[in-house]
């Protein structure tokens, strides 16, 4: 199939090069000309593995190809619209304005039977909203809304793979028709029995939002239990443990540490609270406040944490181990790791920070701290070493190796990721979160 891909961020450009991987003719469009030109010599501008090698193959194929002109969409009968919704900056609600200029572009070009695609997460109502300037400026045309489930680090396989697909559609043959076409688009995932809801716009964009208001209250619900287990002696890794064996609950997303981060969940949340709150409903929602409120107070408790350990933080060496926000990511995006960071050093700590991805991302968001090319190098000589993104090259490092290295062994695990008895018996003093 013909497809176009506006807007060639995270999202977009891993839509765009994965479906010319199933096999499809792409175009991806966006108005940044560095990324278009990064793209377009089969160089993605941000980390997430398998992307090279599917952008390469799907380059070679002649299948995909990148511009900012916006008339190439014309040449296309599918149109994925994949740019960003980033929280606006004087409050909590989503920022349409991408969405709604890169719609205003792409309606210049589309034709009659020419199926719209919104992929991007947006507040509930956009679809309707969108439909009805679709039904003004192309009454040719229809829309449907496909939200996305990706999953950074594992984003390809996400896509060519999904464990679901959900399209919002409008009633009666136009909505018959666009579920078709989707089929035809995502042909490989149905023959493989990937399940497809198929409902109504709003359906379909509340889909996205709740999952991710599931997953951070979900997180936020054992950082609470954390902060419970603290002072009582607790272990909150036992205990996610054993209410995860229950299978009504499951043992996923119950890792206590510093929270969630990102581009998607924390925004999202927010965006949804404050949408709730224009639609009259914003009693049904006020949990989520609370789920925001405990994410971010596990950023202070570490600070607190490398505090009460240090006997204070002026002029105190940490090392700290993680810069983005999860591993196999470069994404720093309200990332609990740089944000820790940051604080200590604005407090007179000294610290050293390293990430396998993610240094030159925040070298530009946090050119005063000091960097370093490898855990080693981050926590010579340091006074607390802090574990804050769980890539496997930390919680896979020797402790009496590293136990070499330090002034005194003391770490901080902000992801109750390390063996805490093969800590302490290099004689390190080992301090998680909730254990």
């Known amino acids: ?85 980033p929280q606006v900056a004087d409050g909590d609600a989503a920022d349409m304005r991408f969405v709604d200029a890169a719609f205003s572009s792409l309606l210049e070009h589309v034709k009659d039977g020419d199926l719209i695609v919104g992929k991007s997460t947006v507040p509930v109502g956009t679809a309707a909203r969108l439909a009805e300037l679709i039904a003004e400026k192309q009454p040719g045309a ?10 950074e680090g594992f984003a390809v396989k996400d896509t060519v793979s999904p464990d679901r697909l959900v399209y919002g ?18 042909a490989s995932a149905v023959a493989a029995g990937t399940p497809v809801i198929s409902t109504d716009y709003a359906t379909a964009e509340l889909v996205k939002v ?16 954390a902060e419970i287990a603290e002072v009582t002696g607790a272990d909150v890794t036992k205990l996610a443990d054993a209410i995860g064996h229950d299978a009504r609950i499951g043992r996923r997303f119950l890792n206590a540490g510093v929270g969630f981060g990102g581009g998607c969940l924390p925004k999202d949340i927010r965006a949804f ?79 050293t920070a390293t990430d396998p991805q993610a240094v030159e991302n925040a070298r530009r968001r946090a050119p005063g ?27 896979a490092l020797d402790p009496v190796g590293i136990g070499a290295l330090v002034a005194h062994r ?9 063996d805490p008895a093969a800590w302490r018996a290099a004689g390190w003093t080992y301090r998680g979160l909730g254990r």
């Open 1 to 85: 199939m013909r497809i176009s891909v506006i807007g060639c961020g995270y999202l977009g450009a891993v839509h765009a090069a994965s479906m010319a991987h199933l096999g499809h003719d792409v175009v991806g469009i966006d108005v940044d000309e560095a990324k278009i030109a990064s793209l377009s010599v089969g160089r993605a501008p941000f980390f997430e593995p398998g992307l090279p090698e599917v952008l390469e193959s799907a380059a070679a194929s002649g299948r995909l190809r990148f511009t900012s002109d916006f008339a190439a969409a014309a040449d296309a009968d599918i149109h994925f619209v994949a740019v960003g919704t």
């Open 210 to 225: 709740s999952a991710n208001a599931f997953l951070a209250t979900k997180i936020s619900f054992i950082n609470a239990m």
């Open 410 to 418: 003391t770490i901080i695990d902000g992801r109750n990721s390390l």
């Open 169 to 186: 559609v409008p009633d009666g043959a136009a909505g018959e028709r666009a579920t078709g076409l989707l089929n035809e688009v995502y």
């Open 142 to 151: 229809t829309l449907a809304w496909n939200p996305e489930f990706l999953r």
């Open 369 to 395: 701290l000091v960097f370093a090319d490898s855990a080693e190098e981050a926590v010579r000589d340091a006074d607390v070493v802090l574990l804050i993104t769980e890539w496997p090259e930390f919680t």
């Open 273 to 351: 609270s404050a949408r709730a709150r224009e639609l009259g409903q914003g009693d049904a929602v006020r949990f989520l406040d609370e789920v925001d409120k405990i994410n971010l107070r596990r950023r202070t408790r570490v600070v607190e944490l490398v505090r009460e350990e240090a006997g204070g933080l002026a002029g105190v060496r940490v090392g700290v181990l993680g810069l983005a926000f999860k591993p196999h990511s470069d994404d720093i995006r309200d990332s609990p790791a740089l944000e820790i960071a940051m604080r200590l050093a604005e407090a007179g700590a000294l610290v």
